[in-house]
């Protein structure tokens, strides 16, 4: 029988006494097998087959060239009957990596990013639910939280081997979080309506805002209805030692902030309405990566990351940059009726227009005249991006200073996201040693013009 925690330990392998390959042009090639895992945690799809019209086909395609993305050519669609006679499927498995012959045997190896089964029964679910399980590579807060009117907590709350970490109702939705000696576990329960097939990318991306890790799901299981479906994943390695510090402290007796900052950022990506996740998620998912490698590219993507938010979040609000338009065209009107070259000519009126349009500093200070950030917070920016993006190399007696350059402007992402997501609450403040503990309740609104 299927057993999930095997996963955990690197130990989890499936026989398959059938396994149908087939194409985008439908053509299906027949096999025995096993999908297994690696050292690394990988799934592996081992393949027998006696097919040697797949082979030719197998053999035609080779391995993709480097440098080159892996054309759709070189994808198939997977599905095998266990020998519990349980079908399990999987959309796009690519099978160019290795393949060999042995006498009568074609053998096939790959990589095989996820498996999934959806089986009937005969009893319907009261509610909808998603179980996902994590590794227990992350930290969580180290201090439960229950929300009112939440009673999911009270099955497992008299089982030793669990630890409940919070158990609250955001909008329709009740959420469960505990670990046990494999695992840390999520569960969503849907209070009216179905889930949404978003909903687990959705609290991924909010989890890793909050915890400041980047978040892999590796079993997500889902009942609804009458059924109940199975999604088994990779596991994927977290990135080790990276330095971004959770918004909020995991030792701090704010824990219900936590919860509180998650639910508000839960809404905001769910906004999103996509298979993907945002954009602001994808770059801190980057940021948490970088900043396990050097300072210097945790200080590169911190950066850009603000840029990035400013100009793509915040632009919209800034009014346009009109004082300069009667000294450009005065200069216009000279530089025509003047003796210059045109090359000298065409380049300058190239650089009028960045004068009126936006840019980072021009947002910031809007941000700034509202009283939304404060001046420091622009100065540390450009402090800290100009030298690191004209190749500076950090020596070791100036890294405590641009450590405290990320850190404070890890401190203007933060409040950046938090004015985004409308989150008003308790924060630590990474601009000062110690990360004091403060109060966050600033809002950004639209005025009736649209600007700041």
């Given at each position: 029988m299927l057993n999930i925690d095997d996963l955990a330990v690197g130990k989890f392998s499936l026989d398959f006494p059938k396994i149908v390959l087939s194409n985008k042009s439908g053509k299906e090639y027949l096999g025995a097998g096993n999908i297994f895992q690696?050292?690394?945690?990988?799934?592996?799809?081992?393949m027998y087959s006696y097919d040697e019209e797949g082979y030719r086909l197998f053999n035609k395609l080779g391995k993709p060239k480097p440098g080159r993305i892996i054309p759709n050519s070189h994808y198939f669609k997977f599905s095998g009957k266990?020998?519990?006679?349980?079908?399990?499927?999987?959309?796009?498995?690519?099978?160019?990596?290795?393949?060999?012959?042995?006498?009568?045997?074609?053998?096939i190896k790959s990589n095989i990013h996820y498996i999934k089964q959806k089986v009937k029964g005969i009893v319907k679910f009261n509610r909808p639910q998603y179980v996902i399980r994590f590794k227990k590579d992350i930290r969580f807060p180290k201090?439960?939280?229950?929300?009112?009117?939440?009673?999911?907590?009270?099955?497992?709350?008299?089982?030793?081997?669990?630890?409940?970490?919070?158990n609250f109702i955001h909008n329709d939705l009740e959420f469960l979080f505990y670990e046990n000696e494999k695992w840390y576990i999520a569960e969503v329960f849907s209070n009216k309506g179905r889930l949404s097939e978003n909903i687990v990318n959705y609290l991924c991306e909010a989890l890793q805002f909050v915890l400041s890790a980047n978040i892999y799901c590796v079993v997500i299981e889902k009942f609804e209805g009458y059924y109940d479906s199975i999604q088994i994943r990779n596991i994927r390695k977290s990135s080790p030692s990276h330095r971004i510090p959770p918004p909020i402290s995991f030792n701090s007796a704010k824990t219900s902030d936590i919860w509180k900052m998650f639910c508000k950022y839960y809404d905001f990506v769910s906004k999103n309405n996509s298979v993907n996740y945002h954009p602001i998620s994808l770059k801190l998912h980057n940021l948490i990566q970088a900043s396990s490698i050097s300072l210097e590219s945790q200080s590169l993507s911190i950066t850009t990351l603000i840029e990035s938010i400013v100009m793509n979040n915040f632009a919209l609000y800034l009014k346009a940059i009109d004082k300069y338009e009667i000294d450009i065209a005065k200069l216009k009107k000279h530089l025509v009726s003047d003796n210059y070259q045109q090359e000298f000519i065409d380049r300058i009126n190239g650089f009028f227009p960045l004068l009126v349009r936006p840019n980072p500093n021009n947002v910031l200070r809007a941000?700034?005249?509202?009283?939304l950030i404060k001046k420091y917070h622009i100065d540390?920016?450009?402090?800290?991006?100009?030298?690191?993006?004209?190749?500076?190399?950090?020596?070791?007696?100036?890294?405590?200073?641009?450590?405290?350059?990320?850190?404070?402007?890890?401190?203007?992402?933060?409040?950046?996201?938090?004015?985004?997501?409308?989150?008003?609450?308790?924060?630590?403040?990474?601009?000062?040693?110690?990360?004091?503990?403060?109060?966050?309740?600033?809002?950004?609104?639209?005025?009736?013009?649209?600007?700041?």
């Amino acid at each position: 029988m299927l057993n999930i925690d095997d996963l955990a330990v690197g130990k989890f392998s499936l026989d398959f006494p059938k396994i149908v390959l087939s194409n985008k042009s439908g053509k299906e090639y027949l096999g025995a097998g096993n999908i297994f895992q690696d050292s690394d945690g990988d799934l592996q799809l081992k393949m027998y087959s006696y097919d040697e019209e797949g082979y030719r086909l197998f053999n035609k395609l080779g391995k993709p060239k480097p440098g080159r993305i892996i054309p759709n050519s070189h994808y198939f669609k997977f599905s095998g009957k266990d020998t519990f006679d349980q079908e399990w499927k999987s959309e796009r498995v690519n099978f160019g990596y290795d393949l060999s012959a042995d006498f009568k045997n074609i053998i096939i190896k790959s990589n095989i990013h996820y498996i999934k089964q959806k089986v009937k029964g005969i009893v319907k679910f009261n509610r909808p639910q998603y179980v996902i399980r994590f590794k227990k590579d992350i930290r969580f807060p180290k201090v439960d939280y229950y929300g009112k009117s939440a009673k999911s907590y009270e099955k497992i709350k008299n089982d030793f081997r669990v630890n409940i970490i919070a158990n609250f109702i955001h909008n329709d939705l009740e959420f469960l979080f505990y670990e046990n000696e494999k695992w840390y576990i999520a569960e969503v329960f849907s209070n009216k309506g179905r889930l949404s097939e978003n909903i687990v990318n959705y609290l991924c991306e909010a989890l890793q805002f909050v915890l400041s890790a980047n978040i892999y799901c590796v079993v997500i299981e889902k009942f609804e209805g009458y059924y109940d479906s199975i999604q088994i994943r990779n596991i994927r390695k977290s990135s080790p030692s990276h330095r971004i510090p959770p918004p909020i402290s995991f030792n701090s007796a704010k824990t219900s902030d936590i919860w509180k900052m998650f639910c508000k950022y839960y809404d905001f990506v769910s906004k999103n309405n996509s298979v993907n996740y945002h954009p602001i998620s994808l770059k801190l998912h980057n940021l948490i990566q970088a900043s396990s490698i050097s300072l210097e590219s945790q200080s590169l993507s911190i950066t850009t990351l603000i840029e990035s938010i400013v100009m793509n979040n915040f632009a919209l609000y800034l009014k346009a940059i009109d004082k300069y338009e009667i000294d450009i065209a005065k200069l216009k009107k000279h530089l025509v009726s003047d003796n210059y070259q045109q090359e000298f000519i065409d380049r300058i009126n190239g650089f009028f227009p960045l004068l009126v349009r936006p840019n980072p500093n021009n947002v910031l200070r809007a941000l700034l005249n509202k009283r939304l950030i404060k001046k420091y917070h622009i100065d540390t920016w450009n402090e800290l991006r100009n030298p690191i993006a004209h190749g500076k190399i950090i020596e070791f007696k100036d890294y405590q200073k641009y450590l405290t350059l990320c850190y404070k402007c890890q401190s203007l992402f933060n409040l950046l996201i938090f004015l985004l997501i409308e989150y008003q609450g308790y924060y630590n403040d990474f601009s000062q040693y110690g990360f004091k503990m403060k109060s966050f309740k600033k809002s950004i609104t639209r005025v009736s013009s649209g600007t700041l």
